[in-house]
């Protein structure tokens, strides 16, 4: 079956350090992947998404690229603030007989401190 | 606010009790999805539901069961409940949810039902 692996958590960084989460996948055919945020007390909203190999998916200074080859959508940001502190899930969502289930990944924690 | 709307937000009951959780989907979204999301088991994909009909099953107990109405709306009922089905509950939904273009695919989460079983 499909599955999602996530690098474990926490990851503390300082204010204004490099993010890298990584996060690899396992699917037959060509999935969508995403990455899904979780602020404290809060539901999953899209991050970024990419829907086919080499595809890169950016927002809010986060980018991810499809790499098909080694089967990965790595999570990057160049500088994080404290406001990203978050919960982030990668996940793919394959089309089976008509469905569109997302798998997610154990999800990273991530804390910014000043 | 992605448009979903869940209610309630917590919930606590006792062991052997049944609930029901609401949701109601984006306007013109006709696919509604039910995920789990606890401390040992992560983030489940339970079931979805396109346009009233269902569309695909995931590691849903046979004590669970849900609905999707004609207004679209969409209920999740858990019966028997355990202590391990103490949980946060995840309504999402879609334009679409059927084999074809993803981006139509993107799902939009509600706040979640927090289940607290006693």
């Known amino acids: 079956g499909d599955s999602v692996t996530q690098m474990e958590g926490p990851v503390t960084l300082s204010e204004e350090a490099f993010l890298t989460i990584n996060c690899t996948y396992t699917?037959?055919?060509?999935?969508?992947l995403f990455w899904y945020v979780q602020y404290p007390g809060e539901g999953l909203q899209l991050l970024l998404k990419?829907?086919?190999?080499?595809d890169k998916g950016s927002n809010k200074g986060f980018e991810a690229t499809y790499r098909k080859e080694t089967t990965s959508f790595h999570l990057e940001k160049g500088s994080v603030q404290v406001s990203d502190s978050a919960v982030y899930f990668c996940a793919l969502t394959y089309v089976t007989g008509g469905g569109n289930k997302l798998t997610f990944g154990t999800g990273t924690q991530l804390k910014v401190e000043l | 606010d992605s448009g979903v709307t869940q209610t309630p937000k917590h919930l606590i009951t006792a062991t052997g009790q049944r609930v029901t959780l609401r949701c109601s989907p984006r306007?013109?979204?006709?696919?509604v999805y039910w995920y789990q999301q606890s401390l040992d088991q992560g983030l489940q994909f339970l079931i979805q539901y396109y346009n009233g009909e269902e569309r695909a099953k995931g590691n849903i107990l046979e004590r669970f069961s849900a609905q999707q109405f004609p207004d679209l709306h969409s209920e999740l009922n858990l019966s028997s409940l355990e202590l391990g089905d103490s949980a946060l509950y995840f309504c999402a939904s879609s334009v679409s949810g059927l084999a074809g273009d993803p981006p139509y695919n993107e799902q939009f989460f509600g706040p979640g039902t927090r289940l607290t079983v006693l």
């Open positions: 306007s013109g979204d006709l696919s």
């Open positions: 699917a037959t055919g060509y999935p969508s």
């Open positions: 990419a829907t086919k190999a080499d």
